[in-house]
């Protein structure tokens, strides 16, 4: 099983010091399915390559039980790119594939001329192109021949790459796609695996065409887990959305979807009361609480959810396990459910029910109301939530905006709530609306700000 990389950046032998492995020397791995080795068939200043060679050994092959009887002397592992291949490249470039090289950090983030083959993938050309072209480089694929007296072609193809990228990002997208493209993984797929996903695919595999079929295929079709990481970049690519080359150019910057704008509105809410310390109650799989960690004026957040599996989702967008200790000391996930007091929940500065309430039963509402307005009473509450009549303008829709909601206000409905609970637990209360406005249906999301009263001596 073979892959090669190659690089014309001059002087080409640099590639060593951001493979961190020298072109000098024949390296060699031991890993669970055989031995890695990397070699340079050729490294001068012109042109360098290194190639990434997996002998694997049959016998430590493990064959699915329910193959042939000599499955594991008899298949096509010890030489299609599969991963097998992916694993190995993981192991043997694990700080290039970081984009970490102490020698050469500068060259490590620049996109330099890059060629990758790979002799033997199971695939076909059309798949091929799909998942790699969106990505920056350059397809050309030849079809493997069967047999002369078989005749026609097999189901391998010869993949060459050409593209001018960073190494790092050119290693991961093999170690994604390379299984993608097999549509087989030699081990058993846990949980952990969205995460080696998110984490390679990160900066790419969001916008991504093909990002479904990725996710279903890397994950070995384990449906729970491709929903889990599609549902994670789903929402990274509506918060992170980066501006396109000819929006960059433009004078002005691209117009904020309404998703950044309410959270820019929740931002601003905070700030305007001073919070340090701030709750965000219901906060799914973490999208405004990347927005908090980034502000340094909040010194105390705090996630709460009733879904365990938000709370996940929001750990793994936050990174928490790879943020410095200074960092994760400032935010804390908490599993709660909104309806019933909890005094962890007490003595914050601000709290935050972004498009939360109307996931509430309506029975269930004063309920919420007493455990977060009474019994946490932070300083200040704001709360988003749609306004029903904006709805007119979303062509198609025929309900609610989102298929969980229990209720859509209209602005004089929020009000007149927002100004019972207000009442009822000593607040002072302003609403404003969040997005574009129309002079007849107001903005298609409306805001609370409430803040307590001072009670007089």
Not at 9 to 21: F, M
Not at 199 to 219: F, N, Q, T
Not at 385 to 396: D, L, W
Not at 440 to 445: I, K, L, Q, S
Request: net charge negative.
């Amino acid at each position: 099983m073979l892959l090669t990389l190659t690089t014309t950046h001059r002087p080409a032998t640099d590639l060593g010091y951001l493979l961190v492995k020298h072109p000098g020397k024949v390296h060699s791995f031991d890993v669970p399915t055989g031995t890695a080795y990397v070699m340079y068939p050729e490294a001068n200043e012109d042109r360098c390559t290194a190639a990434l060679m997996l002998d694997v050994d049959p016998q430590r092959l493990r064959a699915q039980r329910d193959a042939f009887e000599l499955s594991q002397y008899v298949n096509d592992r010890p030489y299609a790119a599969s991963s097998l291949l992916a694993s190995a490249l993981a192991k043997v470039f694990r700080s290039a594939l970081r984009g970490a090289s102490k020698d050469r950090p500068e060259l490590a983030a620049t996109p330099i001329p890059l060629e990758i083959e790979v002799p033997v993938l199971r695939g076909t050309a059309d798949l091929v192109t799909r998942l790699f072209g969106p990505l920056g480089w350059t397809v050309a694929t030849t079809a493997i021949p069967l047999e002369p007296e078989i005749g026609g072609d097999s189901r391998y193809v010869r993949v060459h790459l050409t593209g001018e990228l960073r190494v790092a990002d050119a290693l991961n997208h093999l170690y994604v796609l390379l299984p993608v493209l097999d549509d087989g993984k030699h081990y058993w797929v846990a949980p952990d695996e969205i995460e080696k996903l998110l984490r390679s695919g990160e900066g790419w595999l969001a916008g991504h065409p093909e990002k479904v079929l990725i996710a279903r295929r890397y994950l070995a079709h384990r449906k729970s887990l491709a929903t889990t990481a599609l549902q994670i970049l789903a929402a990274e690519e509506v918060n992170d959305e980066p501006a396109t080359e000819e929006e960059a150019e433009l004078p002005v910057p691209r117009k904020a979807s309404l998703a950044e704008q309410r959270r820019e509105a929740v931002l601003a809410a905070l700030e305007e009361v001073g919070a340090g310390r701030v709750l965000d109650l219901g906060c799914g799989g973490g999208a405004l609480l990347t927005a908090l960690v980034k502000q340094r004026s909040f010194t105390e957040i705090v996630g709460a959810d009733v879904s365990s599996r938000a709370l996940e989702m929001a750990a793994r967008r936050l990174r928490l396990d790879r943020l410095p200790e200074r960092q994760k000391d400032r935010i804390k996930l908490i599993q709660t459910a909104l309806t019933y007091r909890d005094d962890r929940l007490r003595g914050f500065d601000a709290a935050v029910l972004m498009e939360v309430i109307e996931h509430v039963d309506l029975p269930r509402l004063p309920a919420l109301e007493a455990a977060v307005f009474g019994h946490a009473r932070p300083a200040a509450v704001v709360v988003t939530t749609p306004n029903a009549e904006y709805n007119v303008h979303y062509e198609g829709l025929t309900g609610m905006r989102h298929s969980d909601h229990r209720f859509e206000w209209t602005r004089a409905e929020f009000a007149a709530w927002a100004e019972r609970v207000a009442a009822e637990h000593g607040y002072a209360v302003t609403i404003r609306g969040v997005g574009d406005q129309h002079e007849t249906t107001g903005a298609p999301t409306q805001l609370a700000l409430f803040k307590i009263q001072e009670v007089s001596a």
